[in-house]
């Protein structure tokens, strides 16, 4: 799985996605993860208007995969 590493990407990869958000993943690169956590503000956005929310994530080297599930 390659890591993410800008937002116009991550938002596409969102838009483009297919099926049941438990199937989803999102590998963010750590370089986007920003001090005050606009980019993922921007990208969870994104996420929540597809009536997702977020529902974890896994760190690995360099990469945080995050995981969602439908708005409860």
């Given at each position: 799985m390659r890591a993410i590493s800008n937002v116009s990407e991550a938002v596409s990869h969102v838009d483009r996605f297919e099926g049941e958000p438990e199937d989803f993943a999102l590998p963010i690169a750590e370089t986007m993860l920003d001090p005050v956590g606009v980019n993922m503000a921007i990208i969870t956005d994104r996420?929540?208007?597809r009536g997702w929310?977020?529902?974890g994530f896994e760190q690995v080297p360099g990469v945080r995969i995050y995981r969602y599930k439908r708005l409860a």
């Open positions: 996420v929540l208007a929310e977020p529902n």
